[in-house]
């Protein structure tokens, strides 16, 4: 895949702003607003000018004129260029065909959950599940009051998508709590004894000392040693 001459996503909603129509700074945002965007996409008033001089910069987008209205600052009303549709259409078919690594937070935390005491791991899974239902809740109940509108499904693809994926979460961590509970979890007896060694008073340096000179016993250093 080719690297993007601008890659902030807000780039592409701004090329999609402009495909449609010119506008001003100010309408780009109020339409991206007024769809919802900023759920999927970052959005704020200072990145969205920072984002729309890249785009000039390399040629994508243009000035189509500039307008006043009384004692108003004037306004610049920017337009795509053919440049720009060619990037926005080729971002896109990149978007939606290429899977990519992505790195979020709960997998990062999911990868150190031994830093935690497994009762302390079960216990926060719990309170995110909780979290996750109720944020599941309030976006079923804004689908279904979206479902009110002559609202085609083809406009709330991403809201449905974003459900998807919290379903799948909600599922995974619940079952992932269910399972420390449970000490059904490969790998909890290991856990359980490095953080009953730590409520003794060692620390990561001293277990594994001990556990190289069989200080804890031949069933501990078969459990913890490496």
């Given at each position: 895949m080719a690297k993007r001459a601008v890659s902030n996503p807000l780039a592409l909603a701004v090329l999609a702003c402009?495909?449609?129509?010119?506008?001003?700074?100010?309408?780009?945002?109020?339409t991206m607003r007024e769809r919802g965007k900023e759920d999927s996409i970052r959005l704020n008033f200072g990145s969205l000018y920072a984002v729309i001089k890249s785009l000039e910069k390399h040629g994508f987008i243009q000035v189509a004129q500039t307008e006043r209205e009384g004692n108003r600052p004037e306004r610049v009303v920017y337009e795509i260029t053919e440049a720009g549709r060619t990037e926005a259409d080729e971002w896109m078919r990149e978007l939606i065909a290429f899977p990519v690594k992505e790195y979020p937070a709960i997998e990062t935390g999911l990868s150190l959950l031994p830093l935690l005491a497994p009762q302390v791991a079960a216990d926060l899974l719990e309170r995110r599940r909780d979290l996750l239902d109720a944020d599941l809740a309030e976006r079923r109940r804004s689908h279904e009051q979206a479902l009110a509108y002559p609202l085609p499904e083809l406009f709330m693809i991403e809201s449905s998508y974003r459900v998807a994926i919290m379903e799948a979460e909600r599922a995974f961590v619940a079952d992932l709590a269910a399972r420390i509970r449970d000490r059904s979890l490969g790998g909890i007896d290991w856990w359980e004894r490095l953080w009953?060694?730590?409520?003794?008073?060692?620390?990561?340096?001293?277990?594994?000392e001990g556990i190289a000179a069989g200080d804890f016993g031949q069933e501990v250093t078969e459990l913890l040693g490496t």
């Open positions: 402009l495909w449609e129509k010119p506008m001003y700074p100010y309408e780009m945002t109020t009953e060694l730590f409520g003794q008073g060692y620390d990561m340096a001293e277990i594994r």
